[in-house]
């Protein structure tokens, strides 16, 4: 008798330590979201917005740790930029939720002498990439989908987090010159190759199948699947284009009415949403590793005993992925 109570006693003490120190689902699943920065030019023309609202309600995904944008030369300084992201957020109702910071209004070669001043262009942003880097357990993935000037700033000031950044940049015509967010800022982007942070390149490749320009949809489409989606909020947004809104869909569709459209049909692509989607599922384009290349005079230069390898996503499933968008939205 002494030996069965031994045992039943020793079976307790081991349930009882499982059930203190187990932790429940909902905990293991937060934990395995993935950890993000998204960096953007956000009022540069709409795919910035749907590639955002597309990250924001994918919360079983990513952990989305604040949002940086920096200014192109389309769509403003950064104010316009910072203005345009925080609509997003608002028509989310994630406004006071999603940290929002400014980062680079000028290049990189500008800002980098004074990166060492606690007010040089861009500061707010760049030290927000590079205390989340720090904090962050594992890696975290920094997906920017315009200029690279605020990740050459953040790993030129504190080159030691290149070891915990994974940089998913949408840019580049790779092998080809020439797209607006490299032409934006070319010297940031050459630092970054030069750098050892894992870099991972989502091409656009301007009318060629291959690229992120080939991840396009109408603007019948957005209305017929955008319409009245999206978390309701109780305030309403203005829009950039004027106009009042309670949800995203409807937001869409207005910055649809007021694009340029290319192709036939007329469509637009969803070129940085579309970065956010390998990023949520790699199977929905193709991954190539190369030795790392450099931009001179406008031109690649391949470099093909570079050591310093990088990532070159192609061929991306259209259907998959804006299939995938809408779904979202509806949820």
Not at 22 to 49: G, K, M, Y
Not at 139 to 161: C, F, M, R, W, Y
Not at 234 to 262: A, C, K
């Amino acid at each position: 008798m002494n030996t069965l109570l031994k045992m039943v006693f020793a079976a307790a003490c081991v349930l009882l330590v499982y059930s203190c120190t187990s932790r429940p689902e909902s905990s293991i699943q937060a934990d395995a979201r993935i950890p993000v920065i998204f960096d953007t030019d956000a009022n540069n023309e709409l795919d910035d917005q749907h590639a955002l609202a597309y990250l924001l309600l994918n919360q079983d995904t990513f952990d989305v740790k604040g949002i940086t944008v920096n200014a192109t030369k389309n769509g403003g300084d950064i104010e316009e930029q910072y203005a345009e992201a925080e609509r997003v957020l608002k028509l989310l109702d994630m406004d006071k939720k999603i940290p929002l910071l400014k980062g680079a209004n000028g290049s990189f070669a500008d800002i980098m002498p004074h990166t060492a001043n606690a007010d040089f262009d861009g500061a707010e942003g760049v030290n927000f990439i590079i205390e989340n880097a720090k904090q962050t357990k594992g890696e975290l993935t920094l997906i920017a989908v315009g200029k690279l000037t605020n990740v050459a700033l953040a790993l030129q000031k504190d080159p030691s987090i290149a070891e915990k950044l994974r940089v998913v940049w949408l840019g580049s015509n790779y092998p080809e010159p020439g797209e607006y967010n490299q032409d934006n800022d070319t010297a940031s982007m050459n630092y970054v190759l030069n750098t050892s942070v894992p870099f991972e390149m989502v091409t656009v490749r301007y009318g060629k199948p291959s690229g992120t320009d080939a991840v396009r949809v109408t603007p019948e489409e957005i209305k017929a699947q955008a319409t009245g989606k999206g978390p309701k909020v109780s305030e309403p947004v203005t829009g950039r284009h004027g106009g009042e809104f309670y949800t995203f869909g409807d937001y869409s569709v207005n910055l649809f009415e007021h694009i340029t459209l290319h192709g036939d049909p007329p469509a637009r692509a969803l070129f940085d949403m579309a970065a956010v989607a390998i990023v949520k599922n790699p199977d929905w384009a193709e991954a190539i590793t190369i030795p790392s290349p450099i931009l001179k005079d406008n031109k690649w230069v391949e470099q093909p005993g570079n050591k310093r390898q990088i990532v070159v996503w192609q061929n991306f499933d259209k259907e998959k992925i804006i299939a995938d968008y809408f779904a979202t939205l509806d949820k």
